[in-house]
Nanobody, 121 residues
Framework: QLNLVESGGGLVQPGRSLTLSCAVSGINLDDYAIGWFRQVDGKVRDGIACISGSDRNARYLDSVRGRFTISRDDNKNTVYLQIHSLTFEDTGVYYC??????????????WGQGTQVTVSS
């Protein structure tokens, strides 16, 4: 069955880089869009990046475009989120989610447990 597991978070200093991973099982990534979301202080999860299933087209939240890169490794069934030049505003719980369609549009069908990213000097 569909399952997603995030990893790669931790305590990092501003200006550093970090790569988050979303291991996906039970599906073919060509049939699902995978999105990355961020939750701050228990509020609504904001979509920050998404990669479509059929053509791997990437979409980004305006505030992260240029610093965040979403990518996919079909051999490992894993979706990555590379974060560069970390700032304090990047702090939050990062979730990945899957939706059963090739393009990025909700509602999402399944979510991972989240991984905490804390940016502190």
């Amino acid at each position: 069955q569909l399952n997603l597991v995030e990893s790669g978070g931790g305590l990092v200093q501003p200006g550093r880089s970090l790569t988050l991973s979303c291991a996906v099982s039970g599906i073919n990534l060509d049939d699902y869009a995978i999105g990355w979301f961020r939750q701050v202080d228990g509020k609504v999860r904001d979509g920050i990046a998404c990669i479509s299933g059929s053509d791997r087209n990437a979409r980004y939240l305006d505030s992260v475009r240029g610093r965040f890169t979403i990518s996919r490794d079909d051999n490992k069934n894993t979706v990555y989120l590379q974060i560069h030049s970390l700032t304090f505003e990047d702090t939050g719980v990062y979730y990945c989610a899957a939706v059963m369609k090739s393009y990025c549009s909700g509602p999402y069908d399944a979510w991972g447990q989240g991984t905490q990213v804390t940016v502190s000097s």
